[in-house]
C-alpha cells in the first residue's frame, strides 16, 4: 500500500491473490482495511466448523479463475529459477543483469513456442 500511495495509485477493489498460509482474520482485516478484494484459498485444517468451511469454499469458488492465473506467474519465477546467473547476481550493474532477465524470458518463451508447434 505504501508503494501505491506513493505512486499516487489507486487500487480500491483490486485482487490481491495470496497462498493458503496467509488465510488468517487479521490479513482479511487489513485486506478489507484497505478496500481490496481477497483471493485465498481457504485452509481447510484450521476450520472445524463444517458450515464456516463451507461458506469460505463458496467465496472462493466466485473467484476461483483468478486464484488460477497465480499459477502462470509462479511457473514463470520457477522457470527463472532454472538460470543460475538470475538466481545468484553476479553482475554489479542493473542494465547487464536485466539483459541477462531478458534472455532468460526470451529463452522461456522461445520454448513455449516450440511446445506448442
Known amino acids: 500500500m505504501d508503494i501505491s500511495d506513493l505512486l499516487d495509485l489507486d487500487v480500491k477493489g483490486s ?3 495470496l497462498d493458503a498460509g496467509f488465510d488468517s482474520m487479521r490479513n482479511k482485516w487489513l485486506i478489507d482495511f484497505h478496500k481490496l478484494v ?3 484459498k481457504p485452509n481447510r485444517r ?3 466448523n463444517q458450515e464456516l468451511l463451507n461458506e469460505k469454499l463458496d467465496r472462493f469458488e ?3 479463475h ?3 492465473e497465480r499459477y502462470k506467474i509462479e511457473r514463470l519465477f520457477a522457470w527463472e529459477d532454472t538460470y543460475r546467473k538470475l538466481v545468484t547476481r553476479y553482475e ?3 542494465c547487464t543483469h536485466m539483459g541477462f532477465k531478458y534472455l532468460a524470458y526470451s529463452m522461456i518463451n522461445l520454448r513455449v513456442f ?3 508447434s
Open 15 to 17: 485482487y490481491i491473490t
Open 38 to 40: 481477497p483471493v485465498i
Open 46 to 48: 484450521r476450520t472445524k
Open 62 to 64: 466466485e473467484v476461483k
Open 66 to 68: 483468478i486464484y488460477k
Open 92 to 94: 554489479k550493474l542493473q
Open 114 to 116: 516450440l511446445d506448442d
